[in-house]
């Protein structure tokens, strides 16, 4: 046993300093980055942003939605093969698969009728070995594919990831996702900005790049991520209730419209695709109803206005700058609370 006693931290535990900055407007802060990918070697450009493999989030019409502002949408796995249009733009998805068997040769056939530039390789626990064998698998039949694959949540797996796997992009963050449970069924996990500071200062060395799966919450945290060092940060919670988000719409007794929004672990998700939950296993996701929140497009523009902001204040001008011009400094509360419950009256 033993104890680290390193101080980790979460986006709540830090605040960005700001800085004398010479530019003027949020509009000059560029969040298109160019990115050549270390084993498939090809080169994309856009906002390296990515709505979540859920089947609350990963949807054509999230695609249809965030393709126009060059932003990847992560396609869940349940889609049926004859589901997929044939017009999609190959920039700006990627397809998902689990590490069985059927996942594998349902991918495929996708792959041979789409030919699409990403796939992403996705399962809760990304430490086994036979992860990484399937991801080795994958890169020796498709070498001209950009794979995404993950989670883990520490610099050792990204680096057995990158080289040994040779995947292009590691997906990392354990338990920080807002409808997951695994760090209070399995006490497994770190905090999520140290796990971007960390993960990607290794694939940085190695020419690799990293995902931050999990944990933002408000734009500010997307900023804090890049700012820590991601070179993509996936989005989940803060793109559900949409009209483009899966998941039953729902009316209560007052009237109120809400969406389910829960994990791909939970027992909703297990009994709607697995036949139920296996007794050998625990839910590690939760089921959530989100308040109707309308288009997507609202939220996700408001996003991207957060990170211009910081960009004006830290005097970053393009996304890439983000991490050299970033100090964080640590901090007990983030935001003046005294109003947070008040209902306020509109003049």
Known sequence: MKILTETYFDFKDVLIQPKRSNLNSRNQVDLEKTITFLH????????????????????????????????????????????????????????????????????????????????????????????????????????????????????????????????????????????????????????????????????NGLGGHIISDGGCTIPGDVAKAFGGGAHFVMLGGILAGHDESGGELVTNETGQQFKLFYGMSSKHAQDKYNGGLQKYRSSEGKVRKIPYRGPVEITILDILGGIRSTGTYIGAYRLKDFPKCTTFLKVHQQVNPVFDNTIFLQQ
């Open 40 to 203: 498939s070697k090809r080169t994309w450009t856009g906002i390296p942003i990515l709505a979540s493999n859920m089947d609350t989030t990963g949807t054509f019409e999230m695609y249809q939605k965030l393709s126009k502002l060059k932003i990847i949408t992560v396609f869940h796995k349940h889609y049926e093969l004859e589901d997929y249009p044939e017009d999609l733009d190959p920039n700006y998805y990627s397809l998902s698969t689990g590490i069985s068997t059927e996942n594998y040769e349902q991918v495929k056939k996708l792959i041979s009728k789409l030919n699409p530039y990403f796939l992403t390789i996705d399962i809760a626990n990304g430490y086994s070995t036979k992860f990484v064998e399937f991801c080795q698998k994958v890169r020796e039949e498709f070498p001209t594919l950009t794979i995404f694959a993950g989670n883990v949540a520490t610099s050792d797996m990204v680096q057995e990831l990158l080289l040994t796997a040779k995947v292009d992009v590691v997906k990392c963050g354990i338990g920080s996702g807002s409808v997951c449970s695994t760090r209070l069924k399995t006490g497994v996990g770190l905090p999520q900005l140290s796990v971007c500071m960390n993960c990607s200062e290794v694939a």
